[in-house]
């Protein structure tokens, strides 16, 4: 079946350096991969999607490029902030299914001054 | 624009009694529904997932049940709560396949 394998527990940072959160999944069929954020308290939100057309996809200055050959849809930005400070879960849908979204175990980054 | 409500935001129940919580979703036509499940410090569990109305499938089985009584509403209940019930609980929606958008989340303590 599908699934997705992540950075997962506890990732710090020191503001202004470069975030990089890894994700990789095995997937039956061509699947759409996303990254979602959630802040303390509060509901998940969907931060990134993948494109079929190779575009990279931008939010917030978080960019993640879907490589088929690797398997991969790693999460980066050049220079995190302070509030910045989250889980990032990386998910992923088969197309066709439209009913199951499988997430990643989630990874808490934390960014300090 | 589309919202999303669930009810009750927050919920201190004892072991053993029954449980409702509800979703309903504005401003889209029938939407895919599902129930997610987040331990304290966990990750996400789909429990539930609906297409159309009076359809539920199931995902995970946690002594939950779930239905879809009309196009914008999503129900999750068990008649006998246990602490292992106690988490978030996140109403979700989606227009076919691809991301999901989700509620505010109902959180939920079990004594």
């Known amino acids: 079946g599908d699934s997705v394998t992540q950075t997962e527990g506890l990732v710090t940072l020191t503001e202004g350096l470069p975030v990089m959160l890894n994700c990789t999944y095995q997937?039956?069929?061509?699947?759409?991969l996303f990254w979602y954020v959630q802040h303390l308290n509060e509901a998940p939100k969907l931060l990134l999607k993948?494109?079929?057309?190779?575009k990279r996809p931008e939010h917030q200055g978080f960019h993640a490029t879907l490589h088929k050959s690797s398997s991969s849809f790693h999460l980066q930005k050049s220079s995190a902030q302070l509030s910045d400070s989250a889980l990032y879960y990386c998910?992923?849908?088969?197309?066709?299914?439209?009913?199951?979204?499988?997430f990643g175990k989630g990874a808490k980054l934390t960014v300090s001054p | 624009a589309q919202t999303i409500h669930q009810w009750p935001v927050a919920e201190i129940k004892a072991v053993g009694s029954p449980l409702s919580l509800g979703c309903t979703i504005k401003?889209?036509?029938?939407?895919?529904l599902y129930w997610y499940w987040q331990a304290t410090g966990g990750t996400l569990q789909q429990l539930f997932y609906?297409?159309?109305?009076?359809?539920v499938e199931s995902v995970v089985q946690l002594n939950l049940s779930a239905s879809r009584p009309k196009d914008d509403q999503f129900i999750l209940s068990t008649e006998k709560l246990l602490l292992s019930h106690s988490g978030f609980y996140l109403c979700?929606?989606?227009?076919?396949?691809?991301?999901?958008?989700f509620g505010p989340g109902t959180r939920l303590t079990v004594l």
């Open positions: 979700a929606w989606s227009l076919g396949e691809g991301e999901q958008y």
């Open positions: 997937s039956t069929y061509s699947p759409f």
């Open positions: 993948s494109f079929t057309d190779n």
């Open positions: 998910a992923l849908s088969e197309q066709g299914t439209g009913s199951k979204l499988s």
């Open positions: 401003g889209k036509s029938s939407p895919n």
């Open positions: 609906s297409i159309t109305v009076g359809q």
